[in-house]
């Protein structure tokens, strides 16, 4: 994660999002269901910096799961 936090120009957020990061995958592992359920389970988390005017606006987090409830 550091070397992607680098080229995104935000190494001094980098406490801030390896704490948002740890977080995300916590909970996202503890919601998760099973590793035997059926179907399998898949999901992915990711992060992405938003810019505009070459100034930091903000940092989305998205987690998505086919298997997740709606809602």
Excluded: Q
């Excluded at 999901?43 to 809602?71: K, N, T």
């Amino acid at each position: 994660m550091r070397e992607t936090v680098y080229a995104w120009r935000l190494h001094v957020l980098i406490d801030d999002l390896t704490l948002v990061v740890s977080e995300l995958t916590t909970n996202a592992v503890r919601h998760a269901p099973a590793a035997d359920s059926e179907p399998p389970s898949k999901a992915w988390l990711g992060i992405a910096p938003h810019w505009r005017d070459d100034r930091l606006r903000c940092v989305r987090a998205r987690f998505h799961s086919p298997s997740a409830p709606p809602g």
